[in-house]
């Protein structure tokens, strides 16, 4: 049992997992790069500001998910996609 870890590892897909999608990486970068570009900018912030920041991000999904229309979706928010309306 303790060899059969390595070749799993080895570049292989562990039994459960899904395998990996060549553009995963892409998604994984996009909403971060979104949520700085749109809402908190590119500035660093203070532990002391946390709360406001939580607050404004909050705000953010709402708008994200409700309103902001994604490309990836042909221009339809994501609730509007899922409801088909």
């Given at each position: 049992?303790?060899?059969?870890?390595?070749?799993?590892?080895?570049?292989?897909?562990?039994?459960?997992?899904?395998?990996?999608?060549?553009?995963?990486?892409?998604?994984v970068?996009?909403?971060?790069?979104?949520?700085?570009?749109?809402?908190l900018?590119?500035?660093?912030?203070?532990?002391?500001?946390?709360?406001?920041?939580q607050?404004?991000?909050?705000?953010?999904?709402?708008?994200?998910?409700?309103?902001?229309?994604?490309?990836?979706?042909?221009?339809?928010?994501?609730?509007?996609?899922?409801?088909?309306?």
């Amino acid at each position: 049992m303790c060899d059969l870890l390595p070749r799993l590892l080895a570049g292989r897909v562990l039994p459960g997992m899904p395998p990996y999608l060549e553009n995963e990486q892409a998604f994984v970068e996009s909403f971060p790069r979104t949520l700085r570009k749109e809402c908190l900018g590119w500035c660093s912030y203070k532990l002391s500001e946390r709360e406001e920041l939580q607050k404004e991000v909050q705000e953010y999904l709402g708008y994200y998910h409700y309103e902001r229309p994604h490309l990836a979706l042909d221009m339809q928010t994501p609730l509007a996609s899922v409801c088909r309306i």
